[in-house]
């Protein structure tokens, strides 16, 4: 076990509420194995094709289901920012981690089938997506193959679930979606969609430079992995750079709420 000092108090409260999530994530061996037994054959040869010796998704996914327990519990819901996916807050006293670990028993095989349900349809679209990347041989939409190929691995780092907040990656599928209906459509739309990318980097440049003013440069780093330490608003206006492009190239997926540049430049103002 680390411990670490930081004078941000944000900063020190997102990590403490990762710290609380990755010690009771060790005491659910056997609620994942049960999990795991109970997946179909595709969900296991989906999930099991993604192993790399730094991460695993079948193990990492009890972070991402308990980090959803621990950010939602009852017994904790005393912060301002408890209703945003990346807020939440930890236990301060015995009693509370010991309700904590009892919400966390009662609870977690649901989430976990909810957390490999979504990872299954995750890893099937970012396999079609990359045979789609990897088959197109066109000049004429190389900017845009080129800027999903980047977008899909800022997504999809290795071990992003551990990093990102529980409901973000709930959310994958949706932005995933978006993206093979964006490559499905790049032959007749091209210039469309070289209108629509145009937009969305004007709107990550102005979160990334506005970020690193309030929060420093080395925030710019949390926001390239989009890491649960950011404050909860802050998590919520990079993703809704993924909702904005949920809305431009795949309107029928439906996005999480209302979004649109000018509500994301808005909240922006407000940090």
Same mark, same amino acid.
């Given at each position: ?17 990762? &710290? ?6 060790? &005491? ?22 993604? %192993? ?6 079948? #193990? ?27 807020? &939440? ?5 015995? #009693? ?6 009892? #919400?966390?028993?009662?609870? *977690? ?49 290795? &071990? ?21 209906? %964006? ?21 990550? !440049?102005? *979160? ?46 439906? !996005?999480?709420? !209302? ?13």
């Amino acid at each position: 076990m680390t411990l670490r000092y930081s004078a941000d108090e944000t900063w020190a409260h997102q990590a403490t509420i990762l &710290g609380v999530t990755r010690l009771l994530s060790f &005491g659910q061996k056997e609620a994942a194995r049960y999990c795991q037994d109970a997946l179909n054959n595709t969900a296991k040869l989906v999930l099991g094709a993604r %192993r790399t010796k730094d991460s695993d998704p079948l #193990e990492d996914a009890v972070f991402t289901a308990v980090g959803r327990i621990v950010r939602t519990a009852q017994c904790l819901n005393r912060t301002d920012d408890h209703g945003l996916p990346g807020g &939440g807050d930890h236990p301060r006293t015995e #009693e509370e981690y010991k309700a904590l670990q009892r #919400e966390v028993a009662s609870r *977690i095989t649901g989430e976990l089938d909810r957390v490999y349900q979504a990872l299954t349809r995750t890893y099937t679209l970012a396999a079609d997506i990359e045979r789609t990347i990897k088959n197109t041989r066109s000049l004429t939409v190389l900017a845009s193959i080129t800027d999903e190929q980047a977008h899909l691995a800022a997504l999809l780092q290795p &071990g992003f679930l551990t990093t990102v907040a529980p409901d973000y990656v709930l959310r994958m599928p949706a932005y995933l979606e978006a993206a093979a209906n %964006r490559l499905d459509k790049l032959g007749t739309q091209a210039s469309r969609d070289r209108q629509f990318m145009d937009r969305i980097q004007q709107v990550r !440049t102005q *979160i990334d430079d506005k970020l690193g003013r309030v929060l420093g440069s080395a925030a710019r780093d949390d926001a390239a992995r989009y890491s649960a330490v950011l404050p909860a608003e802050w998590q919520k206006v990079l993703w809704d750079v993924e909702e904005l492009r949920v809305s431009l190239w795949a309107p029928h997926v439906g !996005t999480a709420h !209302t979004v649109s540049e000018q509500r994301i430049t808005k909240a922006l103002a407000k940090l």
